[in-house]
């Protein structure tokens, strides 16, 4: 193994790990909290901790035009994925949520392929498939042991899966016009910021708005450990190949399943059915991933 990659893979893995982690203390606070809330937080700190990290790092130049495909891509996220996501933790909890919501890989596969004229190689389509079996497989699981969910808020992970992906791509055309995808992240994290902002007082939700302590301290952790994980995974995607770098950071269900289990045993479903499909999706976007050398932070 070079140095590179011995290098590169404990960074990406250190990412996916705190990309669980962030979801993670979304499901120990969203039970109790609206999830506008827990957005707003997580958001805000994304915010100000990639700008800070840019300003700190590189010149940065204002240029709204640069920037006009990421502004664009944060429009579908994070905040419409995340607001889904969030929800979808809330509603069905982490070990159905997270494999349909890592999904998402497909989806920019697919939209790639229909408006970016991209091709998709034998192993991908091998990977496509597992991918939509996995979220089959999860999405028919049944409740057990006192733990269950309606089937209709299935559509929340789809959504933020969908707005994912598709940011995913607005993302891949802009990447060449700014001097770091650091810079890229905070624009598309501030676009999202603007567009909660502007709901908010639009629609005098802020007004419902009411904060306490365990919610800020679990929503701020979320969104600290997401902001970290984003200039890991651009650290090890400049150290080591995208063809390692991508599926490790894909590996993110199977690290919220451990978390989970820790954590939330008695709360969460650990059935047959939730193991193999999320084993089932994490193989399908590794598969999916280095054959197409996708892999974009949240």
């Known amino acids: ?21 962030s979801s993670s203390f979304v499901r120990a606070g969203i039970r109790t909290t609206p999830t506008v809330v827990a957005l707003s937080i997580s ?11 840019s300003f700190s790092f ?23 994925a995340r607001f889904f996501n969030y929800r979808a933790i809330a509603k069905l909890g982490l070990n159905i949520s997270a494999p349909i919501v890592y999904t998402n890989p497909l989806v920019s596969v697919f939209l790639a392929m229909a408006f970016l004229g991209e091709r998709l190689p034998f192993w991908g389509l091998v990977g496509g498939f597992l991918v939509i079996l996995g979220g089959i497989v999860v999405g028919s699981t049944k409740g057990s042991g ?10 929340l ?40 902002i502007l709901y908010l007082v639009i629609t005098q939700n802020h007004r419902d708005i009411h904060l306490d302590r365990r919610g800020i301290v679990l929503f701020s952790l979320a969104g600290l450990a997401s902001s970290i994980a984003i200039p890991l995974l651009y650290l090890a995607f400049r150290i080591g190949n995208v063809v390692i770098v991508a599926p490790l950071n894909n590996t993110i269900p199977l690290f919220i399943l451990i978390i989970s289990y820790i954590f939330f045993r008695e709360e969460e479903l650990f059935s047959p059915r939730i193991i193999g499909g999320t084993a089932f999706v994490v193989v399908g976007v590794i598969l999916l991933t280095a054959s197409h050398q996708l892999g974009y932070p949240r």
């Open 157 to 196: 992970p789809i959504l933020a899966a969908f707005f994912y992906g598709s940011s995913f791509v607005f993302r891949k055309l802009g990447i060449d016009l700014v001097a770091s995808p650091l810079i890229a992240a905070a624009v598309t994290a501030t676009a999202s910021w603007v567009m909660l």
């Open 1 to 21: 193994m070079s140095f590179s990659v011995s290098v590169a893979v404990p960074i990406a893995l250190c990412a996916s790990f705190l990309y669980a982690a």
């Open 43 to 53: 958001l805000t700190i994304n915010v100000v901790v990639l700008w800070a990290l």
């Open 146 to 155: 006192g733990i269950t969910f309606e089937k209709r808020h299935l559509v």
């Open 58 to 80: 590189y010149d940065v130049t204002f240029d709204i035009w640069q920037w006009r495909y990421f502004i664009i891509a944060g429009l579908f996220a994070p905040a419409l």
